[in-house]
């Protein structure tokens, strides 16, 4: 009988002074591990909860278009992914979009460690109406990060802009990956981020399929 495949999940919990973040991932999908606390009394909003045969999502960050982002990138990228987040929002959206990012790519790391038998690279074209993203990423453990959105408003709902590429480097920096993420095309800011975001899922999906042989991709040996 051959071996069953290793678990790629992991539980990350992220307090600070700005925020309070709980976060539980399944790389592959499924049932996702309970998390240790909740951050809040308070009942989570459910505008991106999807519960399916394969997949378990549920988001609240309190900022409901980053929320939709990170519906988007684990239903894409085949995960399960339950998000809680409560952060200084009275201040702004900063410190919140950036900790959750942060909180996402430290799971990522964990779930995935030690990084053997990964495809490793991937990369994927996503489309939406007019607007079209390519992301292209490298689980080298070497963090780095690359955007060309070319977003135009200051805010898509209650999140600014600015803050959407550096999501994308908050995530890329905890999660060890190199990412490169470029919208092509586009005139509507919610279609090119939406579209960023899907791309990122597809490129993360090929990039975490198993090796066959269970090896290092890497000449180093190591990742």
Known sequence: MASEKPLRRAVITRATKETSINVSLAIDGGPLDPLPSETSDEAPREHATQFTASQHISIDTGIGFL??????????????????????????DHHTTEDTLIALGSAFHDALSPFAGLARFGH????????????????????????????????????????????????????????????????????????????????????????????VGSTKGVL
């Open 67 to 92: 929320d939709h982002m990170l519906h988007a990138l684990a239903k894409h990228a085949g995960w399960s992914l339950l998000v809680r987040c409560r952060g200084d929002l009275y201040i702004d």
């Open 124 to 215: 994927f074209y996503a489309p939406l109406d007019e607007a079209l993203a390519r992301a292209v990423i490298d689980l080298s453990n070497r963090p780095y990060c690359v955007t060309s959105l070319s977003l135009q408003r200051e805010k898509v709902g209650d999140l600014s802009t600015e803050m959407i590429p550096h999501a994308l480097r908050s995530f890329a920096q905890a999660a060890g990956v190199c990412l490169h993420v470029d919208v092509l095309r586009g005139e509507n800011d919610h279609h090119r981020a939406e579209a960023a975001f899907k791309a990122l899922a597809g490129a993360v999906r090929m990039a975490c399929a198993r090796r066959a042989d269970g090896e």
